[in-house]
């Protein structure tokens, strides 16, 4: 089934190039089934490219896929055109009176600033307690991981000795949940970010469950006893040169970045970076989608969440 998007969304014509099934909404209109309603918040000052990588990720399923996009109101995003965002993106009193099956939230390169020092941090906490009432079940990716599960469950992050960035081995911890249903015991991710929070946090809070975690990453994913909140600490929608454009990035800088664990040939930014991630990262958000969302949601959108 396809995932349905705004008819001239830049997105669009990258996933159609790659043989993704895209319902435009002028087609969409036509079929009489009611899709899954999921609202990307996109954090990301690079919008474009992560709108296009979780795209990616919803479209791979069995079922149909609205998406909204949603932008914050109180920032100014300086690196996405003002048109980009007038064409496609909502603002939060735009839907807030809307239910949706399903929410991502994804991370935000803010990481080094204390929650209530972002600019946008009150907006943001209105629109996860808005969570509870409007959304089913909401995905928070990175940065997005760290100030959900802080804002829900009083778990602070950790700065780190140093940026973590590169590619992970993991294990699964919940072996027998449904989200990770058909993953490897030992399994690969992507990870960029300067802090972290701790396995021992989460197992001490009676709501949340550690589901899986690395030995060098630390936790990787964890979850709500009640599966209205996900929270995923690394970036499993990455496309393969991620992490090197970030790299290069930092260089230019003048950060002197370390290169990224596990990722380019022989740790050599000059060859083309190894992609281990596909297969599990795209099992990750069928999982969420199918077993969190589509198997659990009300028929009636207008019953998604608490309300």
Known sequence: MPIR???SLPATAALEAENIFVMTEHRAMHQDIRPLRVLLLNLMPTKIATETQILRKLSNTPLQVEVEL???ASHEAKNVAAEHLEAFYRTFDEVRHEHFDGMIITGAPVELL???SVDYWDELQEIMDWSWRNVHSTLHICWGAQAGIYHHYGISKHELPQKLSGVY???VVKRFSPLMRGFDDRFWAPHSRYTSVLAEDIEAHPALELVAT?????VYIAKSVDSRHFFVFGHPEYDRGTLAAE???DQARGMDPAVPVNYFPDDDPAQVPVDAW???AQLLYTNWLNYYVYQTTPYNIAEAGCA
């Open 5 to 7: 998007i705004p008819d």
């Open 70 to 72: 949603l932008q914050i």
């Open 114 to 116: 204390d929650f209530e």
């Open 169 to 171: 081995e993991h294990s």
């Open 214 to 218: 690395s030995k060098d990453a630390g």
């Open 247 to 249: 790299y290069e990035r």
């Open 278 to 280: 596909r297969a599990h």
